[in-house]
């Protein structure tokens, strides 16, 4: 099975793989070889993958699409980043800035919430992501 | 004969249009490998999604998503995509012989077209002739985005959807290499399915959340991205163009400075010769 990820930056994976783990946006979603045709939109969160030989690939990607088909899987996202890439102290800073700013921000204004709850999201992907391990989405 | 003066001052005027000819070049390669690089990195992207789209497309039925409707395409809009500035050799003129090419001999048998024009040049010249300009985006170029894109796309789906557009073409230059570039026509509107390998029937998409969901996500987005590759390329191919055009400018200028100096050195020659003929002449005559 192929994988291929690609960003407006460019391609980041392409490569063979046995098992590709994403992060939809109903939930994970794990795809074997031999996988039916899927189309579906992908959230925040950690995309893995088990490539044929070697270690678990991750990637922190932000939004987009993931289409099954023909045993290749491409993930097509704004934007997706290594863990390696992950500045960790910019994502620390920015996730106590919006945890204050949630606190402060008035309840009524849904937009201006539902905005830094992404962002909340964002950073704390990239900090799951960069320890290598699946962010905890709260419910 | 001119005289050497005036040979001078024509060599002079001659070196000075070469070093701006020859700046513009150095600035058109500067911006050239910039532009080319932001085309490159925004290829494999636009054209995995518009994969996906064909994909998607090929098994949806028309009635699934406004932007996939097919209709006889009567009232339709070209986008073309010219630059702001001149001195760049055939780009322009490219765009704007396809664009009447197209108008002349409409071969989709339209009933209304109109003009969406991007980049002055474009403006001017379809302005002079009268032809229908629907609509003029004017400063996307010096520093092209995905939002200024999305406006452009924002507007043909609205008039899609609501039936004052059956169609969007493009018109733009496609960037192959610093020194070439084609001119394209591509469909954009309505989406068009891709056709099926060896005529087998497609698996049915599993779509999550929703076929709905996914299809009002997806295909908006996908002609925004498109036309914000197409902003990159046209930028690319223009930088190209312009380089080429200012490097042939440059060394015509030099043949031309080469030419008119063994003009000047023959006259001068030719002066000095004629001096002496009559100093000469003097000196025989008093003898």
């Given at each position: 099975m192929h994988l291929r990820v690609v960003t407006p930056k460019g391609a980041k994976v392409d490569a063979q793989v046995a098992e590709v783990t994403i992060p939809g946006e109903m939930g994970d979603l794990g795809v074997l070889p031999g996988h039916r045709a899927l189309l579906t939109s992908v959230g925040i969160g950690a995309l893995s993958w088990k490539p044929v030989q070697g270690e678990i690939g991750w990637l922190a990607i932000n939004g987009g699409y993931a289409e099954v088909a023909d045993d290749e899987v491409v993930v097509i996202t704004e934007t997706a980043e290594r863990p390696a890439e992950i500045d960790v102290q910019r994502a620390e800073a920015a996730q106590s800035r919006v945890t204050a700013e949630l606190r402060a921000v008035?309840?009524?204004?849904g937009e201006e919430v539902a905005r830094l709850q992404q962002a909340l999201r964002r950073a704390e992907n990239r900090l799951a992501v960069a320890k290598r391990t699946k962010p905890v989405i709260p419910a | 004969m001119p005289s050497l003066k005036d040979i001078r001052k024509r060599i002079g005027s001659v070196k000075n249009t070469q070093q701006i000819t020859k700046a513009m070049k150095m600035v058109a390669a500067a911006r050239l490998r910039k532009a080319q690089e932001a085309t490159e990195t925004a290829r494999p992207y636009s054209y995995r999604l518009r994969d996906v789209i064909a994909q998607l497309a090929a098994r949806?039925?028309?009635?699934?998503?406004?932007?996939?409707e097919q209709r006889e395409p009567k009232r339709v809009h070209l986008l073309i995509m010219t630059s702001?500035?001149?001195?760049?050799?055939g780009f322009n003129a490219g765009i704007n012989r396809a664009t009447e090419r197209y108008l002349r001999e409409n071969p989709r048998g339209h009933e209304e077209v109109t003009l969406d024009v991007v980049g002055r040049k474009g403006h001017e010249y379809f302005k002079r002739r009268e032809t229908p300009i629907g609509s003029y985006h004017r400063e996307i170029l010096n520093n092209v985005t995905l939002e200024s894109a999305s406006d452009i796309a924002e507007k043909a789906i609205v008039s899609f959807v609501e039936g004052d557009l059956d169609a969007l073409y493009v018109v733009y230059n496609e960037f192959k290499s610093a020194i070439s570039q084609e001119v394209v026509i591509e469909q954009l509107l309505p989406v068009a399915p891709a056709v099926p390998e060896g005529g087998g029937e497609l698996a049915e998409f599993i779509y999550e959340p929703s076929k709905e969901q996914v299809m009002d996500a997806v295909l908006p987005r996908h002609i925004t991205v498109q036309i914000y590759r197409m902003l990159l390329e046209s930028v690319a191919s223009e930088m190209g163009a312009r380089m080429s055009a200012m490097d042939s400018a440059t060394k015509n200028a030099g043949e031309l400075i080469d030419r008119l100096t063994l003009q000047y050195n023959r006259a001068r020659q030719a002066n000095i010769t004629k001096e002496l003929m009559e100093i000469i002449g003097g000196a025989e005559a008093l003898s």
């Open positions: 008035d309840a009524a204004r | 949806a039925d028309f009635s699934d998503h406004p932007l996939l702001d500035r001149g001195l760049c050799g």
